[in-house]
T-cell receptor
Framework: DAGVTQSPTHLIKTRGQQVTLRCSPK?????VSWYQQALGQGPQFIFQ???????QRGNFPDRFSGHQFPNYSSELNVNALLLGDSALYLC???????????????FGAGTRLSVL | DAKTTQPNSMESNEEEPVHLPCNHS???????IHWYRQLPSQGPEYVIHGLTSNVNNRMASLAIAEDRKSSTLILHRATLRDAAVYYCILLSNFGNEKLTFGTGTRLTIIP
C-alpha cells in the first residue's frame, strides 16, 4: 500500500518563475492538505482540498493556488516566486469521513523548493 | 487556535525512557492532544492522541494531566531511530482538521 507520494523531490527556480508541485494521496484517502515548512520551523498550513474544491485556507497570498483531480491527487501552484518561497512543501492526505480528532493526516516526504 | 509550549530541545541516552512535556494552558474542553514527529528528511508522522485518559500504543504513551493543561509523551525505551522533532498539537473535535504546528522539541538520542 503506497503512502503519500510527492514529486519532484527537489526543484530549483529563479525569482518570478512559476512552479507546480504534485501529490498522490495514500490509497483510499480523499482529502489533501498542503503545508510549507521553512528551515528550522514547523510546517505552516497552506490549504486543503476535498471533492475538488478548496475547503480551508491558511494565511497565504493568492500566488499560492491548488487543484484536486477526480482521482484525489493534487497540485500546488506558486506564481511569481519570491526568495522567501524557498522551503519544504509537504502534502498530507486524510479521510474526510473521519472527522475532528480522528482525522489522522499522513504526510509525504516533501518537495524541497529553492528559489534563486 | 489554542497554543502549545514545548522545550526547544532535549537529549536522552539510548535505551532509556524519554519524557517530552507539552503545556497547553488554554486548551478547550473539546480539544484533543495530538503528537506528531518528524524524522530527518521526512514528513511528519502521527504518533498518538488523547482527550483525558492516558493512552498507549505501539509507539509511545501519552500522559495527560488531570486539569488537561499539560501532557507528556513517553517513549519507553528510546532508540537512535527516535531522534526527531516532536510536535504537540491541539485539534478540535469539530471538523477543523488543519494541523497548527509550533517549533516542536528536537530530541537527540545519545548512543
Amino acid at each position: 500500500d503506497a503512502g503519500v507520494t510527492q514529486s519532484p523531490t527537489h526543484l530549483i527556480k529563479t525569482r518570478g518563475q512559476q512552479v507546480t508541485l504534485r501529490c498522490s494521496p495514500k490509497s483510499g484517502h480523499d482529502t489533501v492538505s498542503w503545508y510549507q515548512q521553512a528551515l528550522g520551523q514547523g510546517p505552516q498550513f497552506i490549504f486543503q482540498y476535498y471533492e475538488e474544491e478548496e475547503r480551508q485556507r491558511g494565511n497565504f497570498p493568492d500566488r499560492f493556488s491548488g487543484h484536486q483531480f477526480p482521482n484525489y491527487s493534487s497540485e500546488l501552484n506558486v506564481n511569481a516566486l519570491l526568495l522567501g518561497d524557498s522551503a519544504l512543501y509537504l502534502c498530507a492526505s486524510s479521510l474526510a469521513s473521519l472527522v475532528g480528532a480522528k482525522n489522522i493526516q499522513y504526510f509525504g516526504a516533501g518537495t524541497r523548493l529553492s528559489v534563486l | 487556535d489554542a497554543k502549545t509550549t514545548q522545550p526547544n530541545s532535549m537529549e536522552s541516552n539510548e535505551e532509556e525512557p524519554v519524557h517530552l512535556p507539552c503545556n497547553h494552558s488554554t486548551i478547550s474542553g473539546t480539544d484533543y492532544i495530538h503528537w506528531y514527529r518528524q524524522l530527518p528528511s521526512q514528513g511528519p508522522e502521527y504518533v498518538i492522541h488523547g482527550l483525558t485518559s492516558n493512552v498507549n500504543n505501539r509507539m509511545a504513551s501519552l500522559a495527560i494531566a488531570e486539569d488537561r493543561k499539560s501532557s507528556t509523551l513517553i517513549l519507553h525505551r528510546a532508540t537512535l531511530r527516535d531522534a526527531a522533532v516532536y510536535y504537540c498539537i491541539l485539534l478540535s473535535n469539530f471538523g477543523n482538521e488543519k494541523l497548527t504546528f509550533g517549533t516542536g522539541t528536537r530530541l537527540t538520542i545519545i548512543p
